[in-house]
């Protein structure tokens, strides 16, 4: 089946900073979508962007199909901003109708 | 708060039992998505039911059964319990207007269940 290869496993930034974020996917993929998990274990969805680009507020996120890959972009970080990152896609084939995880990456951003 | 809500919060039980899950979507929503989060397994999506129908089947094991009600609250049933089956429970909810995944979904805070 598809991998997802999220990297870095682990961020630490100082407020103010910028990041990127890495989804590496192996297979091409009818959709794509990033969440986040707070510290306290809620799950919110960011962004649905199978291709292309997107952009909410500090975050932004461009998906390049044929690279098979997306990047999350997070500006000036506030330590809200902690919380692990999960990319998910869904793939054509034998795995569509699942979406599919990677391991997520842990942002620290410190006061 | 995102306007699912999941009962119970906390679940302890023994291996070899069965337990239900229970989940309100936000209202309006017709789509209930239904995510295991494990240390061994990661985040899973188990099975999603959009309007009383099942939509979309993930890695739900054979042992777990999920169905939507028509005032469109969800359970999920977990029966012949494992230690393997400790884990989060998230419920999510979504318009379902667009095909399977491409509405946001709004998460409810998950229910954990501890298997002795």
């Known amino acids: 089946g598809i991998q997802v290869e999220q990297s870095p496993p682990d961020l630490i930034l100082q407020e103010g900073a910028n990041s990127t974020l890495r989804c590496n996917f192996s297979?091409?993929?009818?959709?794509l979508q990033w969440f986040h998990q707070n510290p306290w274990g809620q799950l919110i969805n960011l962004f649905y962007?199978?291709?292309g680009t997107k952009q909410n507020g500090r975050l932004s996120a461009t998906t390049v199909a044929t690279e098979r890959y997306s990047l999350l972009y997070i500006s000036s970080s506030q330590t809200t901003d902690s919380g692990v990152y999960f990319c998910?896609?869904?793939?054509?084939?034998?795995?569509?109708?699942?979406?599919?995880f990677g391991k997520g990456t842990k942002l620290s951003v410190k006061p | 708060d995102s306007g699912v809500t999941q009962t119970p919060k906390h679940l302890i039980t023994a291996t070899g039992q069965r337990v239900t899950l229970r989940c309100s979507p936000r209202?309006?929503?017709?789509?209930v998505y239904w995510y295991q989060q494990s240390l061994d397994q990661g985040l899973q999506f188990l099975i999603q039911?959009?309007?009383?129908?099942?939509?979309a089947k993930g890695n739900i094991l054979e042992r777990f059964s999920a169905q939507q009600f028509p005032d469109l609250h969800s359970e999920l049933n977990l029966s012949s319990l494992e230690l393997g089956d400790s884990a989060l429970y998230f419920c999510?909810?979504?318009?379902?207007?667009?095909?399977?995944?491409?509405?946001?979904?709004?998460f409810g805070p998950g229910t954990r269940l501890t298997v002795l």
């Open positions: 999510a909810s979504s318009a379902g207007v667009g095909t399977t995944f491409t509405d946001t979904q709004y």
């Open positions: 297979d091409s993929v009818n959709n």
């Open positions: 962007i199978p291709s």
């Open positions: 998910a896609v869904e793939s054509y084939g034998g795995s569509q109708g699942n979406l599919i």
């Open positions: 209202s309006g929503d017709l789509s």
């Open positions: 039911y959009y309007n009383g129908e099942e939509r």
